[in-house]
Structure formats: structure tokens, C-alpha cells
């Protein structure tokens, strides 16, 4: 008996839910301080570069195995090829969304944090860096509102996901998304019209290729593919719930540009405001939390600019947490016929285990501040939130390009209408530049690891 999975309602519905998960604190909290400590320009170029060479055909790749299979990551390489080896893969992939949700939803309970000062006018007092980042290390030190915050982040998330597939996680972004983009455009528009606002555009669009080195390189590529939600079966689970009548192509190459617009207009909003400020953009990534604020408590009518920035970021991981929950609620549902309601609540509640370690290593505990030379959540960033996922990405552009077959992924693709332009170049990058290039950065990693006598992350 074939149990309904549930199914996108529309193409829109897709474009929106996919669109939703892509762009999240990747790209306006983890893009523009990547962009500040690797030096501007180009460090954009290059992210611009791996998008387009690398995630471009790993994410079609993830949406041709969804679609072909309708099924979860495991499931969906279960049904194309018998075998553990490829069963493990699509494992390492729930595990990875069940990892990377775990610090996610620390930082996203931030946002809420930040909303919540925002609102009371307890921001305004950031006027300094010293204060400011007092009241960060005073929000994310505390163990009581640290985990609170990460409480309600999960259980918002599973409240949405036990919703259903277009009842649920479709009509939560269809709201989101749009108030999204008007928030930020406002933000742009505020941050282009100050004054001295044109040397934070020099910064983002200038490139100065001396600033480039290895490690900009690979935190590039990593960023390009935490950005597009790639590596983990994120998009294979979306795919997989994309109706086999709509024509997949246009919206795929759409959810791409999408995610790399709001990148930049994240970079728009956040570097002219810091330059017009006169701060400088390499803070790492505190940027978001303790620089901006200092800004908004300068600026006329801040306050309220505060307010619409901390709600675009909680918006912005809402939608993402709600696709990380989503790829482990579908393998339960699929291959343990578990119901959505409870798996949706058990998960979550699961993976609050996780998170708390990660809440409370920001000096809430201070032996958690310390796991192989990094905080806890530092570390889980670096597993999950890179290791796993350029590995993930790895394999699955091996298993579409040598396993499976990329004629039956491009026909997968264009089942339903709508042709894949450069489908001989898609073929090409899958087969043999993105397995080469990601095996070339991970290699380095573990080659330097070797020498330095650092632990790899
Ligand atoms: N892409 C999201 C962001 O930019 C985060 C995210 C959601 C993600 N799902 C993912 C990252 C799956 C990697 C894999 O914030």
C-alpha cells in the first residue's frame, strides 16, 4: 500500500518551501562575516565561482534522486541501487540534518533573543563594542534564557513540520518568505542611503585577489554549499515531493539565484552600514550580533531597524530549521512508518538533547567551551555544518555521476516538461569538477591537519 507522502501544491509552493531552506543564517548571518574576514571582493568572486560550478550541479543532482524516487535520503538510495554502501550515504545525511539542526536552532534562538531586546529597547544600550558585547555574552552565557530560547526555536519548528508537507511547512514559507524579502529590501534601501555607504559596495564588489588564500578558498566552497542547504538530501527530500506533472528545471535554477541574491543584498545591507560607521568588516561571527547593534543604537530611528533586522534573521532560520527537521522526520515517516505528529515532536525533542550541549558552551558551562581546543558548538558547526556536508556532496556527485547515471537523472530532471539548458556542462561539472574539487579541499584540510599537528577543524 502506497501511504501518501504529501506533495508540494505547486510549483510556487516548491520554489518557496526549497527557497525557504536555502537562504537562512547562511546567508545573512555566515555569509557577510565570511565575506569580512576573507577579505571582500574576492572572496565574493569566488563564492560566486563555487556556486555556479559546484552547487548549481549538486543541488539538480539531489533533486533528480528525489524525484526519481519520491522518497527520503535513505530511502531514495535504497530504491536506485542495492547495497549498504549507498544506504550509509543517505544515513550520514539524516544524521547530518539531525546534527547541523542541533547548533542551528542555538544561534537561531539568538535571533529570538535579540528580537526580544530589540523590542524592549535593551539594544539601545549597545552603543559600544564593549557593551554591546556585554549584552551578547551576557544573552548566550546564561544557561536559563540560552536554553529557552533554543526550546521555543525547536518546538516552533516541529509545530510547523507536524503541519504536513503543503498544510504545514508550504503555508508557513508562503508567508515568510515574501516578508523576508520586503524586510530586507528596507534594510538595503537604509543602509545604501547613508552617508559613506559607497565604500562598504567598494568592499563587497572590488575584488583584491591578494586577500585570497587556501583557507578562503575552502571556506568559500563550504559556504557555498551550506548555503544552497546541499550535501545532506535536503533537496532530495524536497525533490522528492516535487508533483511528477510540473516542470522542475526553471524552479530549480530559481531556488539558486534566489538564495545567491539574498546573499548578496545580506552583504548590501550589512557592509555599507559598517562602513559608514566606520567599523571595520573582520569580526568574525560576531558581526551580526555585537557590530550591528551598535550601529542601529546610532542611527536614527535604529531602534525600529533593529527590530525588522532581528525578525528577518528568525524568519530567515525559521524556514531553514523547518527543512533540517523535515529530512529526519521523512526518514522516520518513510522507513519506520512512524506518524508525522509524534515523529515531527520526538525528533525535535531528541535533537533538543543535542542542542544543549551547544547552548550551553558560549560560558554557560565553561568545560563545554573547551572540546578539542573549540567550543562544543563550534565543533558541531565544523562536523556537521562542513566536514559531513562537503563529503555528502562528494558522494552524491559520484553516485549520479558513475553510480546511478546521469541520463537517468536528467530525465528524472525533465519529467514533466521544461528543458535543462547545458546539460552536457551539468554532466561534465558532476562527473569530474565537483568530486575533484571538493576531494582537492578536503584533502588540503587533512593534509595541513597532518602537518600542523591541529586538529582539522
Ligand atoms: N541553507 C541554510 C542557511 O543558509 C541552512 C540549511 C538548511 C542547511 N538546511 C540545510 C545547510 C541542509 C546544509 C544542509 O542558513
Partial sequence: MEISRGLWSSRLGFVLAAAGSAIGLGNIWR????????????????????????????LFAELAI??????????????LVPGRLWRLVGGLGVLTGFGILAFYSVIAGWTVGYLWMALTRRLDEAVDAASSGAIFGGLIGDAGPALLLTAIFLAVTALVVRGGVSKGIERATSVLMPALFVLLLVLVVRSVTLPG????LAFLFRPDFSALTPTVVMSALGQALFSLSLGMGTMITYGSYFPKDQSLPAAGATVAGFDTVIALLAGLLIFPALF?????????????????????AQMPLGGLFAVLFYLLLGIAALTSTISLLEVVVAYFVDERGWRRGPAAVGIAAACFLLAAPSALSQGAVPSLGNVFGMDFLTLQNAIFGNYA?????????????????????????????????????LAFLVRYVCPVAIAIVLGFIIITSVITGEPPF
Fill in 31 to 58: 555569509f557577510p562575516y565570511s565575506v569580512g574576514t576573507g577579505g571582500g571582493g574576492a572572496y565574493v568572486f569566488v563564492y560566486l565561482i563555487c556556486v555556479v560550478a559546484i552547487s548549481v550541479p549538486v
Fill in 66 to 79: 528525489g524525484r526519481a524516487t519520491e522518497r527520503n535520503p535513505v530511502g531514495a538510495f535504497k530504491a
Fill in 197 to 200: 555607504a559607497h565604500e562598504g
Fill in 276 to 296: 559608514a560607521a566606520g567599523v571595520q568588516p573582520n569580526h568574525g561571527p560576531g558581526l551580526v550580533f555585537v557590530v550591528l547593534p551598535t550601529i542601529f
Fill in 389 to 425: 556536508l562537503s563529503i555528502g556532496a562528494l558522494m552524491i556527485c559520484v553516485f549520479v555521476g558513475w553510480k546511478w547515471g546521469i541520463r537517468p537523472a536528467l530525465n528524472s530532471i525533465e519529467e514533466g516538461g521544461g528543458r535543462l539548458l547545458g546539460r552536457r556542462a
